[in-house]
């Protein structure tokens, strides 16, 4: 058996480890809560980025070597990235991979001869599968890459590129079912518009939701039992995507009946692309029961577009496993939709970058754990709305009240009081004290 990285799999050394290929705090049998690290943290490898993706930026040709030792856009090298692929999940002790369809073969001009090879190579997927805990945690198709999708899939203007996005969606959803995929993502790369000058927002909006539908209806037709995602992002490569954050996509399944198959697929770089938190899109999705994954990478907010870095900001991760945490746990995964800079590009960088994303979001979970276990940030939430517990509060929430019963209260107490202090500067110096002690 070819081994592709000369690099032996990477064990849990503790922080005081000087050793670049071992994990310092990602310990995956470790209990946090009750639970292990590794059920708390499904950790996913994105096939895009890690395998396909060699540097190539618009300015600029690839960097690294993907070919791992075969001639690329051939079934060979379709072949031998499963086989680096799992080599690699094996070593990082990696459980899960998510996929698009044109990340597996390369594409024919002719669908048919497309979906042959999309069955040969995930025949060799799934016999690899055998003996080994690697899982698909979700597949989706690639509706933006070809020139066809240029006014996007479900939104294009062109009937015929929409039947393209259907099949593809159809063999996409072939594919993960085949797999035991957990869940199927939507990211609507180019489902929005340049200008609304050449643009029928409505129409759009509803082929999208229509293309959606089918795809509910044929994946729970061939057993497909988990989630639908949405994956928001706001731009890039579309001025304006249409799932542009997590409220709006909510708002979109809600509105077309489409809420009871679909969660999110909350993405790091696009929650603060469009302006929020990382933190901010998880809570709108858990808060709504639609946190249903997760794709971990982190942004730079100094330049405005999907860097797509491993996480190695603590405060963001311990923030999103908070959310995780308080959600109860999901049922998706943490899919590193990550690739490294483009000067780190040996092979030892590719396990580096997962080392950071893992050990990052290992200390996130421990730190959240202890925000929750230390119980002082809950509490002073808590006490912040205690007004509403007994009262003319307490009435409020029971809708006993109307305008014009408030309305005489407000006028009982005449000057109001202020509102308890928000202490926002004792909260982060308790956020600091927990993460650093
Ligand atoms: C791009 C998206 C993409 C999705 C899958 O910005 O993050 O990689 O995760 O299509
Ligand atoms: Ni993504
Ligand atoms: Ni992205």
């Known amino acids: 058996?070819?081994?592709?990285?000369?690099?032996k799999k990477v064990e849990y050394e503790g922080p005081q480890s000087k050793n670049d290929f071992a994990f310092k705090f990602y310990n995956p049998d470790q209990l946090v809560l009750g639970k292990k690290m590794k059920e708390h943290l499904p950790f996913a490898m994105a096939w895009w980025h890690n395998l396909c993706n060699a540097g190539k930026d618009i300015f600029g040709d690839e960097t690294a070597d993907k070919a791992f030792g075969a001639e690329k856009?051939?079934?060979?090298?379709?072949?031998?990235?499963?086989?680096?692929?799992?080599?690699?999940?094996?070593?990082?002790?990696?459980?899960?991979?998510?996929?698009?369809?044109?990340?597996?073969v390369p594409e024919a001009d002719d669908i048919k001869e497309t979906n042959k090879r999309l069955d040969e190579i995930s025949d060799y997927m799934l016999e690899k599968?055998?003996?080994?805990?690697?899982?698909?945690?979700?597949?989706?198709?690639?509706?933006?890459?070809?020139?066809?999708?240029?006014?996007?899939?479900?939104?294009?203007?062109?009937?015929?590129?929409?039947?393209?996005?259907?099949?593809?969606?159809?063999?996409?959803?072939?594919?993960?079912?085949?797999?035991?995929?957990?869940?199927y993502v939507f990211w609507g790369g180019r489902e929005g518009y340049e200008t609304l000058l050449n643009t029928d927002m409505k129409f759009e909006l509803d082929n999208i939701a229509n293309?959606?539908?089918?795809?509910?209806?044929?994946?729970?037709?061939?057993?497909?039992?988990?989630?639908?995602?949405?994956?928001?992002?706001?731009?890039?490569?579309?001025?304006?995507q249409?799932?542009?954050?997590?409220?709006?996509?909510?708002?979109?399944?809600?509105?077309?009946?489409?809420?009871?198959?679909?969660?999110?697929n909350i993405e790091a770089n696009h929650a603060t692309l469009a302006g929020h938190t990382f933190q901010h899109d998880l809570r709108v999705a858990a808060i709504n029961g639609m946190l249903g994954s997760i794709d971990a990478n982190q942004g730079d907010t100094l330049l405005g577009w999907d860097t797509d870095q491993f996480p190695s900001n603590v405060y963001e991760t311990t923030l999103c496993m908070y959310e995780v945490l308080k959600a109860g746990g999901f049922n998706?995964?943490?899919?590193?939709?990550?690739?490294?800079?483009?000067?780190?590009?040996?092979d030892e960088d590719m396990f580096l970058g997962y080392i950071l994303g893992m050990d990052a979001f290992a200390l996130g979970l421990l730190n959240a754990a202890k925000i929750i276990a230390d119980g002082r940030i809950d509490a002073f939430i808590e006490e912040r709305y205690k007004s509403f517990q007994s009262g003319i509060g307490a009435e409020i929430i029971s809708k006993k009240v109307t305008l014009e019963s408030l309305s005489a209260y407000a006028e009982k107490l005449g000057a109001p009081e202020l509102p308890g202090s928000g202490r926002q500067e004792k909260l982060e110096s308790i956020l600091n004290t927990l993460l650093f002690q």
């Open 129 to 183: 599968m055998k003996g080994t805990n690697i899982k698909c945690l979700w597949g989706t198709a690639n509706l933006f890459g070809h020139p066809k999708y240029m006014n996007g899939a479900g939104s294009s203007n062109f009937a015929d590129v929409f039947c393209f996005a259907a099949a593809q969606i159809k063999k996409a959803l072939d594919l993960t079912v085949k797999l035991g995929g957990r869940g």
């Open 73 to 104: 856009k051939t079934m060979d090298h379709a072949k031998v990235k499963v086989d680096a692929g799992f080599e690699m999940m094996e070593k990082l002790s990696i459980e899960y991979f998510c996929f698009h369809d044109v990340d597996l």
């Open 1 to 7: 058996m070819t081994e592709y990285f000369n690099i």
């Open 211 to 240: 293309l959606m539908r089918m795809a509910v209806e044929y994946g729970r037709k061939i057993g497909f039992k988990g989630d639908f995602y949405i994956e928001p992002k706001p731009k890039e490569p579309m001025k304006h």
């Open 332 to 346: 998706g995964g943490l899919n590193f939709d990550a690739k490294d800079r483009r000067p780190s590009y040996t």
């Open 242 to 264: 249409y799932d542009y954050d997590a409220a709006t996509a909510i708002g979109f399944l809600k509105q077309y009946g489409l809420d009871k198959d679909f969660k999110l």
